[in-house]
DNA sequence: ACCTGAACACCGTTCAAGT
DNA sequence: ACCTGAACACCGTTCAAGT
């Protein structure tokens, strides 16, 4: 039985159908774009999506999962900085996936793959934030809270056109440190 | 020409459409429920529903119209309570509503009718935050900030599952006079 | 003015058939 | 294992035709 007969290219192809996905669903959405497109993007045909992905549900999960990693890594790779800029670094890195972000909401009510994903991104993203704010300086009994509140506030700045002033001040009303 | 001919009929099918309408986007979700269900939900046919409204985006404008009105109309009814209480009501009012926050969000990208009514619904949401806040004691130069934050925090509440306690602790770092 | 039956275009998904 | 052509089911929307 050939074991890894071919996994280098399997894993191309596959990245290249998330990556036209990724392109797509981020400029024009996820409903808005049939399979049909991001498989000629891919340079496939429609029904060969299906051989990588169960379902458009879970090639949108591909496509979350793809540029979580992106960030992180670009985060990780950042200078120590201030807690509140990292937020404000966070905010505007976020932004071009705001489109991401209202349909997985959407979605998480109906699709089991993308309700998971959703929880597992809060959880992590609930305790990437603790561990800033402990940092920070916030009291140790409402870190948590602290947290989950700068992750909705990130989120709503997300989801509304504002201008950066006003998210400066808004993520700065949630830092402890601030004067 | 018969000027107002039967404008009470009319009226009353419309209302049938967006109650069915209301009833089902809210409990299956906007895009999970055909128009060919609410159809038959109103006792019409799927066409009819395009006499009364331009299409489904405009429907679920009058859906959201409608549930905005009858919240707006139950809380100009409730006896005067503190801020913190005001805005927990507000909440636990709007929960049912949940399907449709996170649908207004990601069609407003696509849709202008549900752009449009979405920017309304915060500029009126944030004039009586607005109003709130400085009943509440508030710094008259930060109103509009900690109005949206609110704004920001209750749906994001509204959008993920938590329980009271934690939306309770979480409103109330929001407001000035909380210890 | 109001409603309907029938049709159209589109899209997610499946499947039998290929290599 | 991987890919495709063809078909299916579904759904938003339109339109000519009725009253």
Redesign the interface.
């Known amino acids: 039985m050939p074991r890894n007969r071919r996994p280098q290219d399997r894993d191309e192809k596959r990245d290249e159908i998330v990556r036209a996905a990724e392109l797509l669903f981020t400029r024009d959405?996820f409903?808005?774009t049939p399979l049909s497109k991001v498989a000629s993007a891919a340079g496939v045909t429609t029904n060969t999506i299906y051989w990588y992905f169960a379902d458009k549900d879970a090639l949108l999960v591909g496509v979350l999962d793809r540029v979580l990693h992106e960030a992180l890594a670009e985060a990780a790779a950042l200078p120590d900085r201030p807690w509140d800029e990292q937020l404000l670094w966070a905010l505007a890195r976020l932004q071009r996936y705001h489109?991401l972000v209202?349909?997985v909401?959407?979605r998480?009510?109906?699709s089991k793959v993308i309700d998971s994903w959703h929880t597992g991104f809060?959880d992590l993203a609930d305790a990437m934030l603790v561990e800033g704010f402990r940092e920070a300086g916030a009291a140790e009994d409402?870190l948590l809270?602290?947290a989950?509140?700068a992750?909705?506030?990130i989120?709503?700045?997300l989801?509304?056109p504002h201008d950066e002033s006003?998210a400066r001040?808004?993520l700065r009303?949630l830092v402890p440190t601030a004067s």
């Open positions: 959405g409903a808005e489109r209202t349909v909401h959407a998480a009510n109906s809060h409402d809270l602290r989950q509140l992750v909705f506030v989120e709503g700045l989801m509304h006003a001040s808004m009303l």
